[in-house]
């Protein structure tokens, strides 16, 4: 089968599609699945530049993609929620794999692709969409912040479109920062205010908000805090930083009840069938900024590094 790997770390011209063995056949609760689609993450890039090294120890060369859409064509003796021809879209783990014709994967990684979504709007799910949610009800109780105030980093990005979205049905009132050029793509999505980073810091906007969801993992918790409401948290994709640490503090040791948190991405098939059925509703829109060929991977990561509007995909099929 074909599937794209690089063997040494630098800029997207390390990308090469080869011919690789398939996997074996699933065993105990692995489907095998025919990829149709794999989206490029900011995972990607960072291990392709060599930023991660140690996610890639010993698994050299490496197989890129992290999301998948594709056909369940084997199923694992222990498998109970899928069956061979479903649809399927699915979070990989560390080692990767996505941008290659077939894979294996867990059963408890994946769910039913949206029904009214094609595998390249499908792949653009996972990652992004569970990191918002996850995000936003996980860690920042947001389902529990009636009339919430929430702020998104990142706006226009592939996890951050979602998380305008998702704030927006929770029913917060949302400010978007990004980029004057894609303000108005936060705007289809449902932002209420605008703010371009460029001219302006969000500490001199004079408002406070329930919650900052830092998308691209950027701001710092002593920049954020000041326009924290009482209560208010600052969550990141980021890990957690030196500044952050403060934020950790239980509020009683320290007399503040603002805090940071980081969001850890979690695989869970429940979440992504419940992104699923947004999407299905007509609730949740999938923005793909554009995709690509197997054959460019290359140029698909080069775009992506460039700022987009929502997910980059990999068509891997056809």
């Not at 996980?138 to 990142?154: E, F, Y």
Request: charged residues 20%; contains cysteine; positive net charge.
């Amino acid at each position: 089968m074909r599937a794209v790997r690089f063997r040494t770390f630098g800029d997207p011209s390390v990308l090469h599609v080869e011919d690789v063995a398939p996997p074996r056949a699933p065993t105990g609760d692995q489907v095998l699945v025919r990829v149709d689609a794999s989206s490029v993450n900011g995972t990607d890039l960072g291990l392709r530049r060599g930023d991660l090294k140690i996610a890639t120890l010993g698994r050299m060369p490496f197989v890129p993609g992290f999301d998948v859409a594709g056909e369940v064509l084997r199923c694992g003796p222990a498998v109970t929620a899928f069956t061979p021809g479903d649809q399927v879209m699915a979070l990989l783990d560390h080692g990767g794999g996505g941008q290659a014709e077939q894979v294996l994967i867990r059963q408890h990684r994946a769910a039913l692709a949206p029904a009214s979504s094609s595998a390249v709007e499908a792949a653009a799910l996972p990652l992004a969409g569970l990191t918002a949610l996850q995000a936003l009800h996980g860690k920042a109780g947001l389902h529990a912040r009636r009339g919430a105030r929430v702020l998104v980093n990142g706006a226009s990005g592939g996890i951050g479109s979602y998380g305008v979205q998702l704030a927006k049905l929770a029913g917060a009132h949302v400010t978007a920062v990004a980029s004057a050029g894609r303000l108005a793509f936060a705007a289809e999505l449902g932002a209420d205010a605008l703010v371009d980073y460029r001219e302006h810091e969000i500490a001199d906007l004079g408002e406070r908000w329930d919650i900052v969801f830092d998308a691209p993992g950027l701001l710092s918790f002593a920049a954020v805090r000041p326009v924290l409401d009482d209560g208010g948290v600052l969550v990141s994709t980021r890990p957690i930083a030196s500044d952050a640490l403060r934020g950790l503090v239980p509020p009683p040791l320290r007399h503040d009840s603002r805090r940071f948190t980081a969001v850890m991405t979690r695989p869970r098939s429940q979440d992504l069938a419940h992104l699923a059925a947004l999407v299905d509703s007509g609730r949740l829109r999938v923005a793909v900024d554009r995709s690509f060929p197997l054959a460019r991977a290359s140029e698909a990561h080069r775009h992506a590094e460039g700022g987009v509007r929502g997910k980059v995909v990999i068509a891997v099929s056809g």
